[in-house]
T-cell receptor
Framework: EPEVTQTPSHQVTQMGQEVILRCVPI?????FYWYRQILGQKVEFLVS????????KSEIFDDQFSVERPDGSNFTLKIRSTKLEDSAMYFC????????????FGQGTRLTVV | AQTVTQSQPEMSVQEAETVTLSCTYD???????LFWYKQPPSRQMILVIR??????QNATENRFSVNFQKAAKSFSLKISDSQLGDAAMYFC????????????FGKGTHLIIQP
C-alpha cells in the first residue's frame, strides 16, 4: 500500500540552527501539505503546495519557513533559524485531487529544539 | 475564520459500549468535506471516516458512523462496540472543496476505553 514517508523520525537541534525535514509523498498525488502539532495541542495547518508552488499558507508559516520540491519526489520543509517554540511534531501529507480525497499522513518528524 | 470545535477534551466508555464524540464547525462555504482522524500514542494520523457536505446520507465505516447535521453545522462520531484499540485522540477536521487551504482541525477528544 502506498504511503507517505518522513525522515528523520526525530531531530534534535540547537536554537538558531537550520533544519530540513524531508517527506516523500505518494507518487501520483498532486497536493502536498505540512502540518504542525505542538505536544498536547491540535494539529495546525502550515502550508499547501500544488503545481510546484505554494497554494496557501497559515500565519504560522512566516519567513523562517520555506518548502521545496527539489527533485519531483521529495517535499521538504526548512526552518531557517529554529526557536524553542518550533519544537513540535511535523506531519507531511499528500492527496490526489478534490477535497474529498483522503489526505495520507506520514508518521511525523518530532523536532526538539534545545 | 473557519473553525472546528470539539467540546469534549476527554471521554470514557466501557468496552463494548457505544460512545459519541461531538464536533461543530463554522464555515461560509457550501462545498466542503468533513473528517474524523484517530491519533494513537504513536501519533500517526489515521483517517477514520469522511463525509461530503453535499451528501445527506450519513457516512458509515463498520463500527464507526457519523451524525451529520448540515444546518446545525454538527458532525458527531459514534463508535459502536468500543474496543480497547479504539483508545486514542480523535480529531474532527474540515477542508474546503478545493482543498488548497488544508485541513482545519479541532482540539481533539481523548477517548479512554475502560476494560
Amino acid at each position: 500500500e502506498p504511503e507517505v514517508t518522513q525522515t528523520p523520525s526525530h531531530q534534535v537541534t540547537q536554537m538558531g540552527q537550520e533544519v530540513i525535514l524531508r517527506c516523500v509523498p505518494i507518487s501520483n498525488h498532486l497536493y502536498f501539505y505540512w502540518y504542525r502539532q505542538i505536544l498536547g495541542q491540535k494539529v495546525e495547518f502550515l502550508v499547501s503546495f500544488y503545481n510546484n508552488e505554494i497554494s496557501e499558507k497559515s500565519e504560522i508559516f512566516d519567513d523562517q519557513f520555506s518548502v521545496e520540491r527539489p527533485d519531483g519526489s521529495n517535499f521538504t520543509l526548512k526552518i531557517r533559524s529554529t526557536k524553542l517554540e518550533d519544537s513540535a511534531m511535523y506531519f507531511c501529507a499528500s492527496r490526489g485531487t478534490g477535497g474529498s480525497t483522503e489526505a495520507f499522513f506520514g508518521q511525523g518528524t518530532r523536532l526538539t529544539v534545545v | 475564520a473557519q473553525t472546528v470545535t470539539q467540546s469534549q477534551p476527554e471521554m470514557s466508555v466501557q468496552e463494548a459500549e457505544t460512545v459519541t464524540l461531538s464536533c461543530t464547525y463554522d464555515t461560509s462555504e457550501s462545498d466542503y468535506y468533513l473528517f474524523w482522524y484517530k491519533q494513537p500514542p504513536s501519533r500517526q494520523m489515521i483517517l477514520v471516516i469522511r463525509q461530503e457536505a453535499y451528501k445527506q446520507q450519513n457516512a458509515t465505516e463498520n463500527r464507526f458512523s457519523v451524525n451529520f447535521q448540515k444546518a446545525a453545522k454538527s458532525f458527531s462520531l459514534k463508535i459502536s462496540d468500543s474496543q480497547l484499540g479504539d483508545a486514542a485522540m480523535y480529531f474532527c477536521a474540515r477542508i474546503s472543496g478545493g482543498g488548497a487551504d488544508g485541513l482545519t482541525f479541532g482540539k481533539g477528544t481523548h477517548l479512554i476505553i475502560q476494560p
